[in-house]
């Protein structure tokens, strides 16, 4: 566990203010960050995550497209070598019209990690972070 | 002038504002239902197709993709839907002017479909339309926005009053939007409007929108030109009537300042696309507020125009036509974008919002902005700091309606 995050935009989206927050939350809780920017197409997404092998993969979006450029993005990084498990979550404003639980759990069916949506997204990750540092603890003492 | 300019000009010789909602759906006949609806709400209006986000990167496949499998997107694929569409959208509305908003650092093909529709209004900016959203070296976006502008007879908007939505200091604001405006000149664009986008404080704001019209008036003389405001670009408030009363401030700011549109955020703004009837209530609002009030000469002046000035003449100073000197200064940090990720951003300056609800410069990197206009005292770093100023217009706002202070 090198404590690295790889901090990405989807394909179509250009908001960035989302990206910039994410960086300074996961750098204030002790993660490195690489932060790919916006409108980051799956090919290069996969090539950043095979050239950096990072720890989680968060991809940030909220223009509306999440439901279609999120599986998209996910199926290119599951593709390639080495990257089969490394865990994926995805958050923002997912569709045009607020959040739908029946489109996020079908995300996660589609083998995102963690999908977060609503208003809880920031406190949800917060904890989901929080677990993750002390499973993957436990893993490096097992 | 173009069918656009005209009924903007027309409006102004009446004193009436112009209110454009910013709208775009992916079906046709909604798209058409959305116009038709904008065109007879109870103000004056122009309408507006935007485009989806797909066809603004270029993936005219995925925007296919999407109409085949009915998925929804954010915007009217105007590039994708066949031009006999785009025209039965627009059949029988000759008479109401259409503006295409889109978002693309190479707008060659949208251009192309917009004029194949009959349309003659669009936006943007090689600057304002990449470093906020594109991957795409500046470089090729000033390629593309030349091209694009060298083919185009039109009504052209720059976005560049807009760069990054939020947290971008006036001055700064007020020189991209006339240095692009002067770009589409230089590349044969005859009509243009210069765009401001409502900040963190009204005295401010004003102040900016007469230093935007003085440079105009300097340095684009002799082409057709008009100011747009928009209502604010950052995060908006969560109650409607705290979106409401931000709404109707930004029109009543355009108004103040001798603006003839406004650009208006619906109750939607900080949940969803909105629909129809949101996007009409929110023209309508913005006309009654408008008329409440009138044009005043006067504004403080602490500096926007002189920085302004500096910023808009270090760059026309540099050689070349004017997007090689948009590209020189943007490598030298002539021109530096806060908070901007883009690679071909410098990335040296920083702002915050002071005590006073005024945008400040922290750091101006290599701008040519005197240290006098730096306040080192509220550099923001942590998420928690971000977040609030971020959140701070929509706060007031939330806050303020909450009481029932509705003024
Ligand atoms: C600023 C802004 C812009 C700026 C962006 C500048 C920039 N470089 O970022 C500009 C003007 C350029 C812009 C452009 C567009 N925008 Co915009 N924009 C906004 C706005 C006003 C604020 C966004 C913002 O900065 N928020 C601040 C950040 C910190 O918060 P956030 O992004 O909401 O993210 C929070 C949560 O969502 C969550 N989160 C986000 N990602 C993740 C990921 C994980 C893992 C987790 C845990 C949490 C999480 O955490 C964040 C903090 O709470 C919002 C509306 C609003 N909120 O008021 C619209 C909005 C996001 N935009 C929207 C749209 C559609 C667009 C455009 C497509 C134009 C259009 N059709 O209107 C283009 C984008 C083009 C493209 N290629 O995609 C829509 C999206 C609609 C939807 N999802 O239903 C919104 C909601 C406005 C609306 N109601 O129509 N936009």
Redesign the pocket.
Known sequence: MNNLVLLSGTA???????L???QLLLEEEGYRVVNLG??VPPVLLADECEAEQPDLV????????GYQDGPRALAEVRGRPGLAAVPV??????????PEPAQADALRAAGFTEV?DDDT??T??REFIAAFVLASTADSVS | MTGFADAVALAAAHGRLVVQP?M?MASPLEMRAGLLAVRGARATTVGTL?V??YT??GDHRAALEALHDGARL??YPIVSHHPDTTRAVLDGLSGFPVQVRH?SADPRAIFAALAEAGLDATEGGPVSYCL??SRKPLRDSVGHWSEACEEFSGHLETFGG?M???LCPPSLLVALSVLEAIFFRFHGVESVSLSYAQQTNADQDAEAIHALRTLAARFLSDVDWHVVVYAY????PRTPSGARLLNDNAARLAVRAGAERLIVK?V???????TVAENVAALENAAAAASSVSFVSSCEDNGVLAEATALVEAVLELPGDPGTALLAAFRRGLLDVPY?LHPDNAGHARSHIDDTGRLRWSSVGAMPIPRSAVDRSGTTTSSTH??AA?HRV?HQHDARTHRGDES
Not at chain 1, 89 to 98: A, R, S
Not at chain 2, 233 to 236: I, P, Q, S, T
Request: hydrophobic letters at 40%; proline letters at 3%.
């Open positions: 179509s989206d250009s908001h960035t203010w989302n910039v927050y994410l916006a409108c968060v991809l940030s979006t909220v223009n509306g497209h979550v995805i958050g923002g404003k997912l569709g045009t019209g607020g977060f997204a920031i949800r990750f | 910013r775009g935007t989806d986000s603004r990167v954010n915007g978002g906020p959203y807009c990054m939505g939020q670009m950052g995060v908006f619906t939607a703004e900080a949940h969803r696309i909105p901007c971000l977040l971020l929509a």
